[in-house]
């Protein structure tokens, strides 16, 4: 008589298929909105309030040339007057009675966003990482209740502290600024990447760091050699999440910037047409662009993001 091993742990089929379909459901469902907001950016402003909203259209550029420049409204007989069009966004302009006065802002708040998220970003994750190895490394006084009170940091809303900081830094010259607004998100995130990054250096073994520093390697060339080739993983996860929260971050970003360092989120909801409504197009263009670096981020750590959600989950 012959006999075949199941395994108790392997699903069915049956069990496999409609996880899938589900996953895949859920997945698209998530997707709609992404999707309705790109092909939004490629609408005209009449098509995209539309009502039924309309699925098939013609694409247009106006949405981002609405974007990236100012315009001013003009008489029809100046606009003819004009010299020939030499641009896509010169013709469309000049389709509306409107001709080009200037670039937006919108490439100045693009670039603040950059600078501020991924500055904070390396802060937090490096200020982290050295805390996260002090913490699992060496015996530190009243450890937990410190690891607490870091944790507790993240427990506050922002509007609790938005005040305090605005007076704060109003006395110290760092509102409406990028290093202002990098060490506050650096003091924000911090705490999580201490939490997180923690976890991931407990899981790397001891008798690693130990038996280099027999080789002769110093504390410091152990650190850098042998835990943080190790930790790639959680560094990776942790910045993934840093990042994530200082670029999408909106309470902050108002209260302590105007002009010269404000950022993308709060500057995207005062994208309005000359005529006084919103330019539907033009923010969808803005949310598309606004949502392409995470994104892209995500996509290149996304193999370290997923052995990070599950690493140390299963233990030998």
């Known amino acids: 008589m012959s006999t075949s091993a199941h395994s108790v742990v392997e699903p069915k089929s049956l069990t496999k298929f ?7 459901l859920y997945a698209l469902v998530s997707m709609i909105p992404l999707f309705w907001i790109l092909i939004t950016g490629f609408k005209s402003p009449p098509d995209s ?13 106006e949405g981002y040339c609405n974007l990236f420049t100012t315009r001013t409204r003009q008489t029809k007989e100046y606009v003819d007057a004009l010299p020939p069009a030499e641009t896509t966004c010169d013709r469309i302009t000049r389709s509306r009675n409107m001709v080009i006065a200037g670039p937006s802002n919108f490439w100045p708040r693009f670039q603040n966003s950059l600078v501020i998220s991924i500055g904070s970003t390396f802060l ?39 005040i305090p900081i605005y007076l704060m830094y109003r006395e110290l010259g760092l509102s409406d600024t ?31 760091e130990e038996a280099a520093l027999i080789d002769g390697y110093t504390r410091f060339q ?32 108002v209260l302590l910037t105007s002009g010269n360092a404000q950022t993308a989120p709060p500057f995207i909801p005062t994208i309005l047409s000359v005529g006084g409504g919103i330019d539907w197009p033009a923010v969808a263009a803005a949310a598309t662009l606004f949502l392409l670096p ?11 993001l997923l052995r990070g959600i599950t690493f140390g989950a299963v233990r030998k």
């Open 124 to 162: 937090a994750v490096f200020l982290g990482t050295l805390a996260a190895y002090g913490f699992s490394r060496f015996r530190v006084p009243l450890a937990d209740d410190l690891l607490f009170f870091i944790l507790s940091t993240r427990m506050m809303p922002p509007i609790a502290v938005a």
């Open 18 to 24: 409609i996880a899938g379909a589900i996953v895949v």
């Open 294 to 304: 995470v994104v892209v981020f995500t996509v290149l750590l996304r193999k370290h």
């Open 178 to 208: 990028a290093l202002g607004m990098i060490l506050l998100y650096t003091a924000v995130n911090v705490s999580l990447a201490v939490w997180l990054l923690k976890g991931f250096i407990d899981e790397i073994p001891r008798e690693y």
């Open 49 to 61: 309030i539309s009502y039924p909203p309309k699925v098939v259209f013609s694409p247009t550029l």
């Open 222 to 253: 152990a650190f850098y050699k042998v835990v943080l080739p190790q930790a790639a993983t959680g560094i990776a996860s942790t910045a993934i999440f840093c990042l994530i929260f200082a670029w999408n971050e909106y309470a902050f970003a």
